[in-house]
């Protein structure tokens, strides 16, 4: 029996060459119809409530593409597009900066301000510990004993006596013998809370990036991705507190501690609250906000603490001036986010381009520019003064 049914199976005609290849040209077409029509943009009100959250952008959304054409989305035009594009360069600039830093910065001390500086900063130093320190650690070749007999002339006996000495320094210090105390008076100081920083700036900018391309896949992946993207905001807003908090207090180990712990747990306090699912919900959109913005508010604290210390240090209203003007690019930032301005006032127009989150994206990337900014001059500050 079974051989009976095999050979009638082989004798049954094959379908010719060319009719196969009909075939399979007509099902690549209306595959690729099909895929046309499934992945087209969609408008807002075609969306499932979970990807419903700006009733201001009308069309353009891309709804519950798979993984492999979203992922190819981030070369198209839609209502996303600018918001994972304007997070990734934000994200490489921060990369860039953190390379820039780890190879450059740690020659923070330029010796031509040095010089100018050198007889206010050796008044300040422990010139009896310098002097042992140069004994110990300078060679003993003839040109440098010229630089020993210089700095013995100078240092620190007679440098106390007024104008006199000051004109010796300012005319024997040279720039190689600058080039010899730097390393002996200015030890870089510790570079982790700038780091940490540089890192949560990269961690919030990847992570919103990814938020936005990813998010429009599934209900699940949404939840994840908005977790995620939280969890970034908290962690740059943390992070953005150590370098002023450290560089500000690091002689103060007490109110140093209490503020890091202080931002940290209030950190770690947002993210958990985050995981909330009401949190994400269009309604909760002033309250995220407030949180976020009252996170970063909490930082006038340790800032006014700074000026009050340090009110005679041009180095400490310099830092403020950046990071007043960094408050002002993230509140401003805060507010178009709430309020939705400008696609409020014509809805549909901005969707591609110029609405609001895009606008709050360029405002949180200027910010966390200002505020590296600000970091280079403590790291400057602090490795010239030390405590
Ligand atoms: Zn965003």
Not at 50 to 65: A, C, K, P, Q, T
Not at 162 to 180: F, P, Q
Not at 218 to 239: K, N, W
Not at 340 to 355: Q, S, V, Y
């Amino acid at each position: 029996m079974g051989g009976e049914a095999e050979i009638k199976q082989h004798l049954q005609p094959k379908s010719l060459p060319s009719e196969t290849t009909e075939k399979k040209q007509h099902n690549v077409k209306r595959r690729r119809l099909w895929q046309k029509v499934k992945y087209q943009l969609v408008e807002y009100h075609a969306l499932p409530a979970y990807l419903r959250d700006n009733e201001y952008i009308i069309g353009h959304y891309r709804s519950e593409w798979p993984i492999k054409q979203i992922l190819l989305s981030i070369f198209t035009i839609h209502n996303e597009t600018l918001n994972v594009w304007t997070h990734l360069i934000g994200f490489f600039l921060f990369l860039a900066l953190t390379i820039y830093t780890a190879t450059k910065v740690p020659s923070v001390v330029d010796l031509h301000s040095l010089q100018d500086r050198l007889p206010d900063i050796l008044r300040k130093t422990d010139l009896h510990k310098l002097h042992s320190d140069l004994m110990s650690r300078l060679p003993s070749s003839p040109s440098k004993w010229h630089v020993m007999e210089l700095l013995y002339n100078c240092l620190p006996e007679r440098f106390y006596h007024g104008n006199y000495t000051d004109m010796c320094v300012l005319h024997s210090v040279k720039e190689d013998l600058a080039n010899m105390i730097a390393p002996l008076i200015f030890r870089p100081i510790t570079r982790w809370p700038f780091y940490a920083f540089l890192g949560g700036a990269m961690f919030c900018l990847l992570a919103s990036s990814t938020c936005h391309l990813l998010s429009c896949h599934s209900e699940r992946v949404s939840y994840i991705m908005l977790r995620l993207d939280y969890a970034g905001i908290a962690a740059l807003i943390a992070t953005s507190f150590y370098p002023p908090v450290y560089y500000s207090f690091m002689c103060d180990p007490f109110f140093c501690n209490l503020y890091l712990g202080f931002i940290t747990t209030l950190g770690i306090a947002t993210v958990l609250v985050s995981l909330i699912p009401v949190f994400q919900t269009p309604e909760f959109r002033v309250v995220r906000a407030s949180l976020f913005f009252g996170m970063g508010f909490s930082g006038a604290a340790p800032i006014l603490h700074k000026l009050i210390i340090f009110w005679d240090q041009p180095e400490a209203l310099h830092t403020t001036c950046y990071e007043v003007l960094m408050g002002l690019l993230y509140g401003l930032g805060a507010l178009v986010y709430v309020t939705r301005i400008p696609e409020r006032w014509m809805p549909g127009k901005f969707d591609i381009a110029g609405h609001s989150h895009q606008l709050f994206h360029v405002l949180v990337v200027a910010g966390a520019f200002t505020h590296y900014r600000a970091g280079l001059v403590y790291l400057k500050w602090r490795d010239i003064e030390g405590c």
